[in-house]
């Protein structure tokens, strides 16, 4: 201890190393903490990892066996006969992209509008509720978006996909199909879908845009700038790789839907000849494992339905695995 105008002051000098001794225990404490976290973050990434192979590795074994016994071509027919094992995907893959791309193109202007105005366009009392409001969007559970889309929506729906039908018909796509009524299709479905994923899109994107820094955006304004030209030449460039990962996140939402689905999408009629129409009935990969779970009775026929979730985990690995090809790129382009 020593005495400085009459104060007690610890005498920190350095040590013969050239190191005080409360730097060493710092530098030692620092260490073993960067150690340990080390440790624990690596553990946990390595356990996703794992974790996904294992489900890859059970999802593979299960499917193999049915798929061996499967007297139809797995890839390419449109049969799904589990009691004769006759089955294909092309009729399920159909469906549940079509449902989640007509999800995705009608969600994903309306989230990057509502994340815009909340952000620079709502004041202060009207952008917190709101934001509020759209979160709370993702806690309704499925199950009510599914009675609201049937016992609601699809009175609604029904006369304006005739009048699409009537106009359209001659495309392909819009093409009426036999025996669905109601308005029960593949269309409606992508609307319902459309607000469930919603909030999960707006709240990404809301957060992305919020970080724009304001250096460019004041700088935009400095040049004489316009509010939407600001946005166009600063917020939007910024936030892009975040609303294309918001987009992944809510197509993925929309790819495992089950229970909505299961309780609005109309069944194709038994022997009906299946087209590639918007308008048309049929089963997503979540909703045929669902709704036949009877079905369950042989490792053969329970092999069949895991080669269908066999399909959407690759399906749904394939596109995040895109989105995030193209964020990286995306970066690597802005720097």
Request: glycine share 8%; net charge neutral.
């Amino acid at each position: 201890m020593s005495s400085i105008t009459g104060r007690s002051v610890v005498d920190e000098s350095p040590e013969p190393g050239g190191r005080s001794p409360l730097e060493g225990d710092n530098a030692s404490t620092g260490r073993l903490g960067d150690k340990v976290f080390t440790f624990l973050t690596t553990g946990a990434g390595m356990t996703v990892i794992v974790l996904v192979i294992l489900i890859a590795v059970f999802l593979i074994y299960q499917a193999v066996p049915a798929l061996r016994h499967n007297s139809a071509n797995f890839l390419t027919s449109t049969e799904w006969d589990v009691a004769d094992m006759k089955f294909g995907i092309v009729q399920l893959l159909w469906t549940t992209v079509a449902t989640s791309v007509v999800a995705l193109v009608i969600a994903v202007p309306f989230s990057v509008a509502i994340a815009l105005f909340l952000t620079h366009y709502a004041p202060p009392w009207l952008a917190k509720p709101g934001a509020v409001l759209i979160d709370l969007l993702a806690a309704v559970p499925s199950i009510v978006y599914g009675l609201w889309g049937l016992y609601v929506v699809s009175g609604h729906w029904e006369p304006i996909q005739n009048w699409i039908s009537d106009v359209l018909g001659w495309i392909p796509l819009f093409a009426p199909v036999p025996g669905i009524s109601g308005g029960t299709t593949i269309f409606l479905v992508g609307i319902v879908l459309a607000i469930m994923i919603l909030p999960i899109i707006t709240a990404v994107s809301r957060e992305v845009f919020a970080q724009t820094p304001p250096t460019h955006i004041e700088g935009a304004l400095a040049l004489g700038a316009t509010k939407w030209e600001m946005i166009r030449t600063a917020v939007l460039p910024f936030g892009k790789p975040g609303v294309i990962s918001a987009s992944m996140l809510g197509l993925g939402r929309a790819l495992g839907e089950t229970i909505a689905v299961l309780m609005i999408l109309s069944s194709l009629p038994q022997g009906a000849k299946w087209i590639a129409s918007l308008f048309n009935g049929g089963d997503t990969f979540a909703s045929i494992i669902a709704k036949n779970q009877s079905e369950f009775d042989t490792p053969l026929h329970t092999g069949a339905y895991i080669a269908a979730g066999l399909v959407l985990f690759i399906l749904t690995f394939l596109v995040n695995a895109a989105a995030r090809v193209v964020i990286e790129r995306r970066k690597a382009f802005s720097e």
